[in-house]
């Protein structure tokens, strides 16, 4: 790692976009990566781990403060809250402790480079402009990612590094024991309902079935942020980075009941987090029977998640010419990726 010149400082590195993150530029050869996360990954990288509490001024000064060879820093933690409000100011806070850490440290740092996403533009509200473009007004607060990217712009100010926010949506990765991501929701939901004898029914809201709607690739992500952190052209932008193409649920579920080797059943609207709340005895006794790897069940799926990505009636779009037009070309075909990362988890025997 002594011989590479970069070193990147990937903050939230257990979770779906830290993980593709930290393991794509491990692999680069020529970045060295510092994973930060309260609980050591357990993945394989090519770095070092850093454990740190976000919430800790003093712990953060004294961990990642002494990484004086950070170049660029990547942050993709979050915490939860039940409000939108109560989100704002523990998520500008550990975004904060851990700014203010690497620049107060006296790290060379060249580019910060935020994880937001499409709630950026109110899609969490209801019905908004689309295609969604990087300048579009804010919608009324609160939404933490306004927070966060106000206390980096003040910070930035007569400061040498630049900053980049990315605004990704519903990102989905192999990233198994993490809940907050749609594959695990709906690779276990259709599992479940195949062991019951059920065919796959669509379990979200009727209108959310036939709404647009979009997702980004982890690695594709992965993929971006690299390019954020190091092109000329991206400093102190945002950009929307997706997949690149739109797609109707009514069009893939098939195809997805087809990679569990199941019938697409109708739309059948329930709430997730009531309906799976007796099954964790169905999902051990099902790891026992296929020889799965031990996830608990509590840590397989976020229902509540599930509850909010399938309900989303109004369509979800938004515009990456400016991603395109900077410099960054990648896309991935939706469905066919989406289907494919499926057909990966029952492989890595996360599901039957």
């Given at each position: ?318 515009d990456t010419t400016k991603a395109r037009r900077a410099g960054f070309h990648e896309c991935l075909d939706s469905e066919a990726r989406f289907v494919e990362q499926l057909r990966e988890l029952r492989t890595a025997r996360f599901v039957p």
């Amino acid at each position: 790692m002594a011989n590479r010149i970069k070193t990147a400082l990937v903050i939230g590195a257990t979770g779906v976009i830290g993980k593709a993150l930290t393991q794509w530029l491990g692999a680069r050869g020529d970045w060295s990566v510092i994973a930060v996360s309260r609980r050591a990954p357990d993945y394989d990288f090519d770095g070092v781990h850093v454990a740190a509490d976000l919430f800790d001024r003093a712990d953060c000064a004294a961990k990642l403060g002494t990484l004086d060879r950070v170049t660029h820093m990547f942050y993709a933690a979050y915490t939860d809250r039940p409000t939108w409000a109560e989100q704002c100011a523990p998520n500008a806070e550990m975004f904060e402790n851990a700014l203010a850490a690497v620049e107060e440290g006296g790290a060379p740092l060249e580019r910060v480079v935020l994880m937001q996403g499409t709630k950026y533009y109110g899609c969490h509200l209801g019905p908004f402009k689309t295609p969604a473009r990087e300048d579009d007004p804010r919608h009324m607060p609160p939404n933490f990612y306004f927070n966060q990217q106000d206390l980096m712009e003040a910070r930035r100010q007569g400061k040498q590094w630049r900053w980049v926010c990315l605004r990704p949506h519903t990102v989905c990765g192999q990233a198994i024991g993490m809940p907050l991501n749609l594959l695990s929701v709906i690779a276990v939901y259709a599992a479940l309902s195949k062991e019951l004898g059920l065919p796959l029914r669509w379990p979200g809201k009727a209108k959310a079935f036939d709404a647009m709607f979009q997702l980004t690739d982890a690695g594709l992500l992965a993929r971006s942020a690299e390019w954020a952190a190091t092109a000329d052209g991206a400093g102190d932008q945002a950009f929307n980075i997706t997949n690149g193409d739109y797609f109707r649920w009514n069009q893939l579920w098939p195809k997805i009941a087809a990679a569990f080797e199941m019938e697409a059943g109708p739309v059948q609207t329930i709430d997730l987090t009531q309906m799976m709340a007796d099954k964790a005895a169905l999902w051990e006794a099902m790891t026992a029977k296929y020889g799965l790897q031990q996830t608990a069940f509590a840590d397989a799926a976020n229902w509540a998640f599930g509850n909010y990505v399938l309900g989303n009636e109004w369509d979800v779009m938004s515009d990456t010419t400016k991603a395109r037009r900077a410099g960054f070309h990648e896309c991935l075909d939706s469905e066919a990726r989406f289907v494919e990362q499926l057909r990966e988890l029952r492989t890595a025997r996360f599901v039957p």
